[in-house]
């Protein structure tokens, strides 16, 4: 087997998502593809989609654990060139601004709608236009998400304060950035969130 893919393997993180593309630099595609294919059935890495593989975490009482579910979406989108941005609710609960779980695991993408089953995990993908996506990865995109998810009508004083604790003063400059992309009642909100005390 090419030693330096097995190395590189070697450095990746129980549990982390990766998919042939991330090797290119060491072998041909189709080198690459057999050599994960026979790591995968001789169960020193694990299948969790088509092209897509992670390193299994094995628990002393449950067992293997399957990987992060967002790990898995963000392997998925890589593998394929989308991007992606957590859904609304979910963006809501990660900031503590709803104590609401989401059900079902969906993010929002430019690439198109649709459910996939990972390790395990059903993953739901629905297709956006690309300003809905804008600050996907950082705090700033969650907020934005967030405030789709409580709409312009259940956004009180409370909420505002607790997200202008939460803004570092890059999040602010980045909020900003994005206000061009926001619906004109947003951008209102995000007013009040970075000039009113």
């Not at 654990?65 to 963006?91: L, T, W």
């Not at 089953?117 to 993953?123: F, H, K, T, Y």
Request: aromatic share 10%.
């Amino acid at each position: 087997m090419n030693k330096s893919i097995l190395d590189s393997l070697g450095k990746i993180p129980p549990g982390t998502v990766f998919h042939a593309q991330d090797f290119l630099s060491f072998a041909p595609r189709n080198t690459i593809d057999q050599i994960l294919l026979r790591l995968s059935k001789r169960g020193d890495i694990q299948k969790a989609y088509l092209g897509l593989y992670y390193i299994p975490v094995i628990h002393p009482t449950f067992g293997m654990i399957p990987p992060d579910p967002d790990h898995i979406a963000r392997g998925y989108a890589q593998k394929f060139g989308y991007h992606i941005q957590v859904n609304p609710a979910k963006a809501a609960n990660l900031l503590g601004l709803s104590n609401q779980v989401p059900a079902q695991i969906v993010y929002l993408t430019d690439g198109p709608t649709k459910s996939i089953s990972a390790a395990g995990i059903s993953i739901h993908f629905h297709h956006v236009c690309s300003k809905k996506l804008k600050g996907a990865g950082t705090k700033s995109g969650l907020i934005v998400q967030a405030l789709y998810y409580l709409g312009q009508n259940n956004i009180t004083d409370s909420v505002i304060q607790k997200i202008q604790f939460l803004l570092s003063d890059q999040d602010r400059e980045d909020i900003q950035d994005l206000l061009p992309f926001c619906p004109s009642w947003m951008q209102k909100i995000i007013s009040r969130i970075l000039y009113h005390a």
